[in-house]
């Protein structure tokens, strides 16, 4: 039993010296290792801004007949390319043709009365002049010459007017474009208080698109465009770009044309207007779009967006102290249109060491071996 003992005390005590040896091992703290870091530089960066727009055609134009009657034909279908001048729709009232025709006959009955006077006053002048009959005569036959006259004239116009009703059955195009959709088939009533028009016809050899800023983005608007006036800064303001509803950027730029004089008070927003040529015909009146301006920023930090890291909705970085420890510090950033830097607006200094790599395996107070690289070879490795 003696002997078990002492060999249960040596197992024990070789336990308890093989713990303590585990135990100094993990006191053992790792070196520091290697960090690459760049140098906070300020500069100037370009940014984009960016703003939902609605699409107008350059015009357009609702077709409303100005008559009631039936649609008797249509010329043209939904989506069609119309030039001014074109016929579109056909109206049928058979009471504006008879009028035209009542009226070309009170027409040919008043000029009958025109000629029946004017016999009378040339078979009464010679008689007056030979003192047969009294000059009275003559001046009451070229009373009744002016008053067939006057009543020949009132149904010239009555005439005029029954044709130009009757020219409305014919609807033309006003403008060159797109027709829209057609709500009235042919057999369908309309009149001129009829809610929905026959149509719209779109010009869309240009496009505009609306969109609006706050004021604030109004003041900065103003403030880095160049020019002495209002019209000079909206001249020399930068081209923009359009984004379409599937994402893909419109091959052409547009040119901010207008900005509206008065704050809206329902949103506090200005109205602006870019307008876009459209020679492809691909932009149509009503798409929905994204407007990018152009923003310059001055006197920003740039730095690649891996080397930041978000806690409770702020954005954070590691900056590297004079004793090579880290520290977090949070910034405020803008994106960039690259996707893979940010500008920092505030929370960065020039000359501050950014930890550009191994954001998730640092905390506060770690002891870092700095190694300086550059932003470029850092987006270069993306």
Known sequence: ?????????????????????????????????????????????????????????VENVEIRPKIDGFVERIYVD???????????FLIRNPQYEQSVLAAQATVN???????TAQ????????????????????????????SAKAALAETQAQLTNAKVN??????????????GTLPYKAGSYISASTAQPLTTVSNVSKIFAYFSINEKQQLEFFKHATGAT?????????????????????????????????????????????????SKGL??????????MPNSLEDVIIIPQAATY?????????????????KSTEIKVESLPDGLTYAVTSGLKQGDKVVVEGIGLLKDDTQVVPKETTLQNVIDRK
Do not use: H
């Open 1 to 57: 039993m003696r002997n078990i003992a002492l060999s249960f005390f040596v197992v024990l005590v070789l336990l308890t010296s093989c713990s303590k040896s585990e135990n100094k091992d993990d006191k053992k703290e790792l070196p520091p290792q290697p960090y690459q870091y760049i140098v906070a530089k300020s500069g100037p960066a370009e940014n984009l801004t960016q703003y939902p727009a609605r699409l107008e055609g």
């Open 78 to 88: 939904e989506g069609s390319q119309v030039k001014k001048g074109q016929l579109l």
């Open 109 to 115: 009955s008043a000029r009958a009365q025109v000629a």
């Open 119 to 146: 016999m009378q006053v040339t078979k009464t002048k010679p008689l007056v002049d030979k003192k047969i009959i009294s000059a009275y005569e003559l001046q009451s036959a070229e009373l009744a010459l002016q």
């Open 166 to 179: 009757q020219g409305y059955t014919k609807l033309f195009s006003p403008v060159s474009g797109v027709v």
């Open 230 to 278: 209002i019209q000079e800064k909206i001249k020399n303001s930068p081209l923009v770009d359009l984004v379409l509803s599937d994402g893909s950027k419109y091959d052409e730029k547009g040119k901010i044309e207008s900005i509206s004089g008065l704050v809206d008070p329902n949103t506090g927003s200005f109205s602006m207007r870019a307008t876009f040529p459209n």
């Open 283 to 292: 932009l149509r009146s009503g798409y929905s779009a994204t407007v990018q």
């Open 310 to 326: 978000e806690m409770q909705g702020k954005v954070l970085v590691y900056l590297i102290g004079a004793d090579n420890k880290v």
